[in-house]
Structure formats: structure tokens, C-alpha cells
């Protein structure tokens, strides 16, 4: 699959978290995001460095802000399995609005174009770094690192392009 | 593969582990492992229920025990990656013996003939729990459940076997 573009319609597939009752939920993407101006911001793996480190708090910092600007929901996803990522959205506890899902088999960043293989780290194939904002499931930015560097992926970008 | 066994010799392969020099390794298991007396336990899924609340816990609490009894190392097993291992032994601030390592490849657990197939929980394929005693790389002891059930792998039916 080609990596998604601007002006792509983000592809359906399944993705899954623990919601606010702590149940396993297995939502489409298109439900998840449709009608809405959505961040979805990826990253190669859960307690990571540069993606515990940077990425995510980058997101959790310019949540309010970028609620302000009209962005409903922002959407941190990885594939690692969604008790990993549910942990690991606990770990930040001053967030308020970054949700954590799953990709948990792969299949997502598949349909995204956006494979990474770090098997030699071992963790297999994840994600590539990136931020995308999504406006009624329409690509209106993509901005995606080649691998995991994090250059052009972080809220800041995001904030620019609003 | 046909599962592990008592009698058998266990497999070489490589896993994942960050050392104590918070350094990522890859190892062969039979380099960790030779000459020693190993209790080598495995878990589905890190940050799950069973595993957090009852299967790691019994070992740390059994660990000085087992110790005394001739046990050189006691090792917790997953297929999750090496950074999601290391965070999660990292919520366990009272282990002390417990080493957490990762089948990230995925292959060290076909090689034991242990997976598990937990994709409609978002998993995908992972280890049975587990807990063998291991005699310079001979298997002399292997409890193996046939799948998350938590009912003859724990450290007390290990220290029964000592």
C-alpha cells in the first residue's frame, strides 16, 4: 500500500482500547473519526523513548490548545496490544484528552502504507512516526517521519497547519 | 512443534533484554541459561490481569525462597518487546530477583511449541503461561497450562517440585 496522502480518505479498519469503563472495545476507524476533526499521531512503540519522552507529552501539552483551534479528538496509536497502550496512557496522568489505541495486529498501519520493520530491535513491524489531521475522514495533513526520527510528527507541526 | 517436555533439552534461540546497564541485548538463551539452575516462567501478556495481579507476584514474593533453594535465576517470559518487558518489571519496585525478557521475534516461543492463539483479544499470537525448572538447559520440570489459566504455574507449585 502506498503511504497515505493529503487529500486520501483515511482507509476503515479496525482498531481497539479499554473505554471509560475499563471494557475492550473494537471500533472502526471510520466510526471513531467521521463527522470529526481528528489528530491521529503514530508511533513505533509504547515505552519508547522518543515516543514516551517527546511525542506523546508534545500531545498532551498542546491538547487544550488544539481543542481550541476546533480539533474534536486526538488520537495516539501504535501497534502494540491495547492493555500495553491502556498502561501506558495511565503512565501520564496529567493527560486529559489523548486517547490510546491499538493496532494491536498490524493490520491498520498496513492499510496506512505506514510500515516499519525494527525487527532487528525486536519489536517486529510497528508503525512509522507520524501526525495526521483528518477533517470527516478526509487526509488534510500528513506529516510523516521516514522511520522513527522525530522531525515534522510532533503537536507543533499540527498547531502550524491549523 | 510439539511442546516442551520434561527431558527435553530446551531449545537454542534468541530473546531480548535490556541489561543492567539499561542497554538492549540480544542473547541465545542457552548462553544465559547453561550451567545454571533457571526457573523460567511465561506469560501471555504484560499489563494483563492474571499475569500483573497473580502470576509475577508469586515469584517475587517466592523469589529469596526459591533462591535458597539452589535456584541461580528466575526469568519472566512474554512475547511483548523488549521496552514494554522493562516497563513492566519496572512496576514491580519490590523485585528483586526477577528478570523480564522478550521473545520480540516471536520464534523463541514456536521453538518451545507454546503458542497461543489470543488474536480475537487483540493480541494476537503469544505464549500458554508457563513455569519450567530448567537443570543446566535440561527441562526437569514443566507446568504447563493450556492456555491463560493460572492453576500449576505458579512459584508454589515450583517450590514444591524443589
Not at chain 1, 498542546?62 to 476546533?70: I, N, P, T, V
Not at chain 1, 486526538?74 to 503512565?91: E, H, L, R, T, Y
Not at chain 2, 533457571?38 to 523469589?63: D, M, W, Y
Not at chain 2, 497461543?116 to 503469544?126: E, Q, V
Request: glycine fraction near 10%; proline fraction near 4%.
Amino acid at each position: 500500500m502506498a503511504p497515505i496522502a493529503v487529500g486520501d480518505v483515511v482507509p476503515d479498519g479496525s482498531i481497539s482500547f479499554f473505554d471509560e469503563n475499563d471494557q475492550l472495545q473494537t471500533v472502526s476507524v471510520h466510526t471513531l473519526a467521521a463527522g470529526k476533526k481528528v489528530i491521529l499521531f503514530g508511533v513505533p512503540g509504547a515505552f519508547t523513548p522518543t515516543c514516551s519522552m517527546q511525542h506523546v507529552p508534545g500531545f498532551i501539552e498542546k491538547a487544550e490548545e488544539l481543542k481550541s483551534k476546533g480539533v474534536d479528538e486526538i488520537i495516539c496509536f501504535s501497534v502494540n496490544d491495547p492493555f500495553v497502550m491502556k498502561a501506558w496512557g495511565k503512565s501520564y496522568p496529567e493527560n486529559k484528552h489523548v486517547k490510546f489505541v491499538a493496532d494491536g495486529s498490524g493490520e491498520y498501519t498496513k492499510l496506512l502504507g505506514l510500515e516499519l520493520d525494527l525487527t532487528a530491535k525486536g519489536l517486529g513491524v510497528r508503525s512509522r512516526r507520524f501526525a495526521l489531521l483528518l477533517d470527516n475522514l478526509k487526509v488534510t495533513v500528513a506529516n510523516v517521519e521516514s522511520g522513527g526520527e522525530f522531525t515534522v510528527s510532533n503537536a507543533d507541526d499540527i498547531l502550524k497547519a491549523l | 512443534m510439539a511442546p516442551i517436555a520434561v527431558g527435553n533439552v530446551l531449545p537454542d534461540g534468541k530473546i531480548f533484554l535490556f541489561d543492567e546497564k539499561d542497554q538492549l541485548q540480544t542473547v541465545s538463551v542457552h548462553s544465559l541459561l547453561a550451567g545454571k539452575k533457571v526457573i523460567l516462567f511465561g506469560v501471555p501478556g504484560a499489563f494483563t490481569s492474571a499475569c500483573s495481579l497473580q502470576h509475577v507476584p508469586s515469584f517475587i514474593e517466592k523469589a529469596d525462597q526459591l533462591k535458597a533453594k539452589g535456584i541461580n535465576e528466575i526469568i519472566c517470559y512474554g512475547m511483548n518487546d523488549p521496552y514494554v518487558m522493562k516497563a513492566w518489571g519496572k512496576t514491580f519496585p519490590e523485585n528483586k530477583h526477577v528478570k523480564f525478557v522478550s521473545d520480540g521475534s516471536g520464534e523463541y516461543t514456536k521453538l518451545l511449541g507454546l503458542e497461543l492463539d489470543l488474536k480475537d483479544k487483540g493480541l494476537g499470537i503469544r505464549t500458554r503461561r508457563f513455569a519450567m525448572l530448567l537443570d543446566n538447559l535440561k527441562v526437569t520440570v514443566a507446568n504447563i497450562e493450556s492456555g491463560g489459566e493460572f492453576t500449576v504455574s505458579s512459584a508454589e507449585d515450583i517450590l514444591k517440585a524443589l
